[in-house]
């Protein structure tokens, strides 16, 4: 994972360093640290981090205003919360200010570099049990119709975007459809593209509220 660069954003100073260290040592560049969520989004600014590790529980900001400010940035990083809890209102709120995924603190370090990765890929990573909760929040959310004048996407995009609707990878993905990872990510930028979503996650509620995911 050399080259990946990846910001560290947790008040509590042993796990924050903790945190880092691990990350190095799997070969991220650690570009930042910060224990301030206003700190952490001028820091970001500046370093230009691809991930951003960050904790929900901030002395002067809540983690959610954190993800709120960083995704509305020039150059949004991918943010993946870190956080010891596990409520439903605060892993929804999350998504929803544009976390791209959430793990909670008692994920074992494989786990955890793990999923720094795939959200730097553009995964919407999750700790097992999450995923269904945010899928069926936008279920939920997607009750009513939906128009059907929406962009045209072509038969290959649409199957791609039917896979990422049911959670698969994009490795999955490329294995399923006998495609190169890369072809499958510049399926996945085109289908972004087109219909003016900025990340994986608002790509997943898109194909939700059309059904694909249950195709």
Same mark, same amino acid.
């Given at each position: 994972?050399?080259?990946?660069?990846?910001?560290?954003?947790?008040?509590?100073?042993?796990?924050?360093?903790?945190?880092?260290?691990?990350?190095?040592?799997?070969?991220? @560049? *650690?570009?930042?640290?910060?224990?301030? $969520?206003?700190?952490?989004?001028? !820091?970001?600014? #500046?370093? %230009? /981090?691809?991930?951003?590790?960050?904790?929900?529980?901030?002395?002067?900001?809540?983690?959610?205003?954190?993800?709120?400010?960083?995704?509305?940035?020039?150059?949004?990083?991918?943010?993946?919360?870190?956080?010891?809890?596990?409520?439903?209102? @605060? *892993?929804?709120?999350?998504?929803?200010? $544009?976390?791209?995924?959430?793990? !909670?603190?008692? #994920?074992? %370090? /494989?786990?955890?570099?793990?999923?720094?990765?795939?959200?730097?890929?553009?995964?919407?990573?999750?700790?097992?049990?999450?995923?269904?909760?945010?899928?069926?929040?936008?279920?939920?959310?997607?009750?009513?119709?939906?128009?059907?004048?929406?962009?045209?996407?072509?038969?290959?995009?649409?199957?791609?975007?039917?896979?990422?609707?049911?959670?698969?990878?994009?490795?999955?993905?490329?294995?399923?459809?006998?495609?190169?990872?890369?072809?499958?990510?510049?399926?996945?930028?085109?289908?972004?593209?087109?219909?003016?979503?900025?990340?994986?996650?608002?790509?997943?509620?898109?194909?939700?509220?059309?059904?694909?995911?249950?195709?």
């Amino acid at each position: 994972m050399s080259g990946l660069r990846v910001m560290v954003v947790d008040d509590h100073p042993m796990w924050r360093d903790g945190v880092a260290r691990d990350l190095a040592e799997a070969g991220y @560049d *650690v570009v930042a640290t910060t224990g301030e $969520g206003r700190q952490a989004v001028r !820091v970001a600014a #500046a370093v %230009r /981090p691809d991930v951003v590790v960050l904790d929900l529980q901030l002395p002067d900001m809540t983690g959610v205003e954190v993800a709120g400010r960083l995704a509305a940035g020039e150059h949004p990083p991918r943010v993946l919360v870190l956080s010891a809890s596990a409520e439903q209102e @605060d *892993v929804l709120e999350a998504v929803k200010a $544009g976390a791209s995924g959430y793990l !909670v603190k008692s #994920a074992s %370090r /494989p786990e955890f570099l793990d999923a720094v990765r795939r959200t730097a890929e553009g995964d919407a990573v999750f700790t097992p049990g999450l995923a269904g909760l945010v899928l069926g929040e936008y279920r939920r959310l997607a009750a009513q119709p939906a128009a059907d004048d929406g962009p045209r996407l072509t038969d290959r995009e649409t199957e791609v975007l039917r896979l990422v609707a049911k959670g698969l990878s994009y490795k999955q993905i490329a294995d399923r459809l006998v495609l190169s990872h890369r072809t499958v990510q510049n399926h996945v930028q085109n289908t972004l593209n087109k219909l003016q979503l900025h990340n994986r996650v608002e790509l997943v509620r898109y194909a939700i509220e059309r059904g694909l995911d249950e195709g």
